[in-house]
């Protein structure tokens, strides 16, 4: 990952009036190691893209309301051709974003 | 925000620290998705295959959702290489140049947008609605759009940002920064969005839902841009600078202004074809209202009624019902293939 001094925050937020997370952490984390080993990056920096995909805010506690409708938003629990997870959808996201 | 640097020369370096310069360096990282890439990597064909099998008034509703999209990024994509661009240096900002290297990401993704709209719409759907052609800077829009209210919007965001763009004036950039930030892309392209994820299983896109989770994406990092702007003018105001006073009530006017034409965006894709797809315009509406909520009165610290904002779109509601859109919608296709037919044959 290049050189904001920034830290970015890793912490993957459920967002109050986002889409609800319904896979466990554990499957998560799964998600994020394997995708690493895939992608030839570390996790952290899998997971902080996740996170960063999920809401790009700089408020603290993050939004109630996703800025990311489709992939964090509440819209994703109506997308029937997605996983269904705002993580694992913010994933499949950045590992897509990779390859192309 | 911005420390660091005491040298007279600070402005001229790259503050690493500031908000801005992340917004662009994670722009260079997640919003420089290669759109030829994504065409090859998903491929049209699942996409043909659906619009082939839906019936006409379903493929209209699609097309009507979709055009609003093209029209919108067409003219986000233009604003902002001009106006924008150079409300980023206004005196009365800070960080003018972190602001200034993100606009250009914002303005690259943009025009990503509409290169991804403009191909697939020719690629998988009928093509019916590019006018594009015929020059939209002078005065060509999609035909629904141009039909609705919806060009009042877009037509406004064309005002206001170059009015702000001439007077580096703080209330003129909150104006502006509200119309295009939250109404257009916090409000209209989330809408539309969640329309797009509301899709019936037989309205099976993946090419069309993959671009659109990335440009949300990318929409995601133009709203947080918009709101961190807002947040700087708003804290300005409330400190007592003479020169930041109107900065609220700008932002509050600006949302009534627009609203009750936002609302024929949502109509134009739900009721105004009787929503085969079942895409629910009280559904938009109430989402509406929640982003409005969530932008306005939570992160800015506002006091919207959004209860009344609804009310006004109700009220238009029932105007634009009255209206008959289909024939609106041919009479302005068939004037724009007149123009055509005077351009083809030499006139100008
Ligand atoms: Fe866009
Ligand atoms: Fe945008």
Request: hydrophobic letters at 35%.
């Amino acid at each position: 990952m290049g050189g904001s001094e920034m830290a970015l925050d890793r912490e993957l937020r459920e967002l109050a009036r986002g889409a609800e997370f319904t896979a466990t952490d554990e499957e998560v984390d799964r998600a994020i190691e394997e995708a690493a080993e895939e992608l030839g990056e570390s996790p952290e920096s899998v997971r902080e893209n996740v996170a960063y995909i999920m809401d790009s805010t700089f408020e603290e506690e993050g939004v109630s309301t996703s800025f990311n409708e489709m992939v964090s938003g509440t819209s994703l629990e109506d997308d029937v051709s997605s996983t269904g997870d705002p993580r694992l959808e913010a994933l499949e996201m950045y590992k897509l974003r990779q390859r192309i | 925000m911005s420390q660091v640097l005491q040298s007279q020369y600070s402005g001229q370096r790259v503050d690493t620290g500031s908000k801005w310069y992340t917004l662009f360096q994670k722009g260079v990282e997640l919003g420089t998705w290669n759109v030829e890439k994504l065409f090859d990597e998903i491929g049209f064909e699942q996409d043909r295959a659906s619009w082939e099998a839906l019936s006409q008034d379903e493929r209209d509703q699609i097309r009507y959702l979709i055009s609003g999209f093209l029209d919108g990024e067409r003219e986000v994509a233009g604003d902002a290489a001009t106006n924008l661009q150079r409300i980023m240096g206004a005196p009365c900002l800070d960080e003018n140049t972190e602001k200034e290297m993100y606009m250009t990401m914002l303005t690259l993704t943009e025009h990503k947008h509409t290169q991804f709209l403009d191909v697939y719409m020719q690629e998988v759907m009928d093509d019916q609605d590019n006018y594009n052609d015929l020059d939209p800077r002078r005065g060509t829009r999609i035909p629904v759009v141009q039909a609705t209210g919806l060009g009042e919007v877009f037509e406004h965001q064309g005002l206001l940002t170059a009015k702000a763009a001439n007077t580096l004036n703080p209330v003129d950039i909150a104006k502006a920064a509200t119309n295009y930030h939250l109404n257009v892309e916090g409000i209209l392209a989330r809408v539309g969005a969640s329309a797009i994820s509301r899709f019936p299983e037989r309205a099976d896109f993946p090419l069309l839902n993959y671009a659109f989770k990335f440009v949300s994406t990318d929409e995601g990092r133009h709203i947080t841009h918009g709101i961190e702007l807002l947040k700087e003018l708003i804290e300005k105001e409330e400190a007592g600078n003479p020169q930041f006073q109107g900065v609220k009530q700008g932002i509050v006017e600006t949302l009534y202004q627009d609203v009750p034409y936002m609302a024929d965006f949502g109509y134009m894709f739900t009721d105004a074809l009787d929503d085969p797809l079942g895409l629910d315009f009280n559904e938009v509406l109430m989402r509406g209202g929640n982003l409005i909520d969530g932008m306005y009165n939570e992160t800015l610290g506002l006091d919207i009624d959004y209860m009344e904002v609804l009310n006004v779109v109700r009220d238009r509601y029932l105007e634009i019902n009255e209206w008959d859109i289909k024939q609106r919608v041919h009479e302005q296709e068939q004037h724009y293939q007149r123009k055509r037919g005077v351009a083809a044959d030499g006139g100008v």
